[in-house]
Each structure stands twice: as C-alpha cells, then as structure tokens.
C-alpha cells in the first residue's frame, strides 16, 4: 500500500486534483488532510473508485472560500469603469 498526495495521485493516476478533492469531500474517497493542508489518499482507495467506474462528474462543486473585501471594491469599481466605457 502506497499514500498518495492529491498531486502524485494526479500524475500517476491521470486525474484531474479537483475531481480528486470534489470525490473526498463527497465522501467517495477516503482521504486524510495532513500537517501541511494537503491530502492524502492510498493507491488501493484510488484503484478500488476507478474499478468501480465511478462518474467524476456527477460531483458535486467545492464550495469557493470568501473574497477579502478590498478585492470586492477593487472588482466592483472595475465592473463600473467597464460599464461606463461600453456607454
């Protein structure tokens, strides 16, 4: 048995680290968060959810983290800027 981080299991495995990090949190694949806020996940659990054809996606999406403030107005006096040059 070999542990895997999310990004050699990508490599080795020709999976996407999103479709890996969505089958975690759906609770399709085991996995364990280490010291360093990466996962990790074993060879025979990654094997064990391609043998069982398992549909990538019919995940569901990971919800995104919330925008600091300052990037909202930065974004949001943008969207103005663009606006008022497209009138």
């Given amino acids: 048995m070999r542990a ?7 490599e080795q495995f020709k999976i996407p680290q999103d479709f890996l990090k ?3 949190a759906a609770k399709k ?4 968060k280490v010291h360093n806020n990466q996962y990790v996940t074993t060879d025979i ?4 959810l391609l ?3 398992f549909d990538f996606t019919s995940l569901p999406k990971l ?3 919330k925008q600091p403030e300052q990037l909202k107005k930065h974004l ?10 497209t009138a």
Avoid at 4 to 10: G, I, N, V
Avoid at 29 to 32: C, D, I, R, T, V
Wanted: aromatic letters at 2%; glycine letters at 8%.
């Fill in 22 to 24: 969505r089958a975690i």
């Fill in 51 to 53: 043998s069982e054809g």
């Fill in 45 to 48: 659990a990654l094997e064990k």
């Fill in 76 to 85: 949001e006096e943008k969207r103005k800027k663009k606006a008022q040059k």
């Fill in 63 to 65: 919800p995104k983290g």
């Fill in 4 to 10: 895997y981080t999310l990004k050699e299991a990508s």
């Fill in 29 to 32: 694949l085991p996995g364990a």
